[in-house]
């Protein structure tokens, strides 16, 4: 799966459960600002995602991402 709109595709579904604002997700949906995440919803997100996709990501790349987009960027060069 290397294909950036599925990665997207993805990551929203990913997000639902979290979506407790019912928040519509976009390329510019932030974590901490508009789904107003806190840093536990964040590592168990986080988790998920590094399952769903099979990598790890850092906790300085979490630090440096804070839209979906990003986040949907960063997987999609860590699976190459």
Known sequence: MTDR???????AAQIEPFNK????????TTFQGDLEWDSLTVMDFVAAIEDEFDILITMNMQAE??????LA????KLKG
């Open 65 to 70: 991402i804070e839209t979906v987009g990003q």
């Open 73 to 76: 960027d960063a997987v999609a």
């Open 21 to 28: 604002k019912g928040v519509t997700v976009t390329e510019a």
């Open 5 to 11: 709109t599925e990665i997207f595709d993805t990551i």
